[in-house]
């Protein structure tokens, strides 16, 4: 098959016989089961030795579709569309560790991620072991936490909230060499801007809720890899314990996910412009941004990120109570959790999105209590620049 530029993947990168009727856009199938031409086409379905649907929890052909867009432009053989980005980053979980196993994690994850890994996970006897920031990038430390039990390795780069950046590349190299899957959480980048799997990594998960779907109307979830490890999570997890992608939701990602390039580009381009903005007001005291020269993971997000992506974290000077005046002020940009929609959301991660990692935890992933977290939209930068410039005088 012809091989094409992924912004052309973005908009087609789906087989296109799927309807008779020669549907530009892919058809909803909205049904719970599928009907079989006798007992024997029925049996033969189950059995595998026929190709047909039989069950919309077991597969969809508008969820397939979706599956097929996300592994092309991901790079990879296979993927799963999931109920939501947790039951993505649970199912990868599930599916690869029993009680008695460890794996190593950045300790800078979603707050939901956070507490499944700590505490759920704990709960089956499974041990996250978390790597502080300041060890990322120390294949050494990284290798002391691994030992016969440990089952993965598990990044998330930008991290939530505080844009930390992973060196893929070197994990990669790490969990390699000890013969163990990377799972790599690539929500704050996309697809369009970094592909983790063509720098090493053998899993790749979203929160389709974000920059996928873009739209801020559905709750959703990927995860992409090889057949058979995909294989592997659908017939360990997924496929029985049924967190499955409803077909509407999946038809409401792949309007979404045809203009990726085009937003995730104007995402980019308006971010930097508001970070480089906000690093020379002298009401904030420092920009976390993974694009401005100022940022530890500066290189690195050069390295493995075709442009920097949408999301900036930022103190301002009065630490908390400044900040939560800065929040009460905006008029444009909204407060509220979840990213990558049209609209500008803020938010402030310590007692929202973040709220229950414990104050030593926050710490100690680098999670300030002044910390405000900024999804940049797509208004014009010059209309978000004095939204917050006018917030910002009252604090
Ligand atoms: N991974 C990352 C990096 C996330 O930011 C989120 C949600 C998830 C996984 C979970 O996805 P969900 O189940 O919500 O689809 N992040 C959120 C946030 O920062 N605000 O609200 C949700």
Redesign the pocket.
């Known amino acids: 098959m012809k091989k094409f530029s992924k912004d052309t993947d973005i908009v087609h990168g789906i087989h296109t016989t799927y309807s008779t009727s020669m549907d530009l856009v892919p058809p909803l199938h909205l049904t719970s089961t599928f009907k079989f031409k006798n007992a024997e086409h029925g049996a033969e379905i189950f059995a595998g030795t026929t190709e047909g649907y039989a069950y919309t929890r077991v597969a969809n052909p508008t969820v397939d579709l979706l599956q097929e867009k996300i592994a092309k432009i991901e790079g990879a053989e296979d993927a799963i569309a999931t109920s939501?980005?947790?039951?993505?980053?649970a199912s990868v979980s599930l599916a690869l560790l029993k009680p008695g196993d460890n794996f190593i994690s950045c300790s800078t994850?979603?707050?939901?991620?956070f507490v499944l890994f700590s505490k759920h996970l704990k709960d089956l006897h499974i041990e996250a072991r978390f790597i502080s920031p300041g060890d990322y990038a120390s294949a050494q430390q990284i290798e002391a936490a691994i030992d016969g039990k440990t089952r993965f390795l598990y990044a998330?780069t930008p991290a939530?909230?505080t844009l930390d950046v992973i060196d893929i590349a070197l994990w990669a190299s790490v969990a390699k060499k000890h013969h163990l899957p990377l799972v790599v959480?690539n929500?704050?980048a996309s697809p369009y801007l970094q592909n983790p799997i063509s720098i090493g990594a053998d899993i790749v998960l979203?929160?389709?809720?974000?920059y996928l779907g873009g739209h801020g109307d559905i709750?959703?979830?990927v995860i992409a890899g090889s057949k058979k490890m995909m294989s592997h999570i659908k017939e360990e997890y997924v496929r029985h314990y049924g967190p499955i992608m409803s077909p509407f939701n999946a038809w409401l990602v792949l309007r979404g996910v045809k203009t990726l390039a085009v937003r995730m580009e104007k995402h980019s381009d308006s971010a930097l412009t508001i970070a480089q903005w906000l690093e020379a007001h002298p009401k904030v005291a420092k920009v976390f941004y993974p694009g401005l020269p100022s940022h530890a993971g500066y290189a690195i997000a050069k390295k493995q990120m075709k442009k920097f992506g949408g999301m900036i974290a930022f103190e301002v000077k009065g630490g908390t109570d400044a900040g939560k005046k800065v929040m009460n002020h905006v008029e444009l940009c909204i407060l509220a959790?979840?990213?990558g929609d049209c609209e500008s959301l803020i938010?402030h991660p310590a007692s929202?999105?973040h709220a229950a990692y414990s104050p030593e935890e926050r710490k100690k992933a680098g999670i300030s209590d002044g910390l405000i977290?900024l999804s940049v939209g797509l208004e014009h930068p010059d209309d978000i620049i004095a939204d917050l410039e006018n917030a910002l005088t009252f604090a």
Do not use: C, W
Not at 206 to 210: E, F, G, L, P, Q
């Open positions: 939501s980005g947790m039951s993505a980053v994850v979603y707050g939901g991620t998330e939530n909230p959480d929500t704050f979203h929160s389709a809720t974000k709750i959703g979830g959790v979840s990213l938010q929202m999105t977290r």
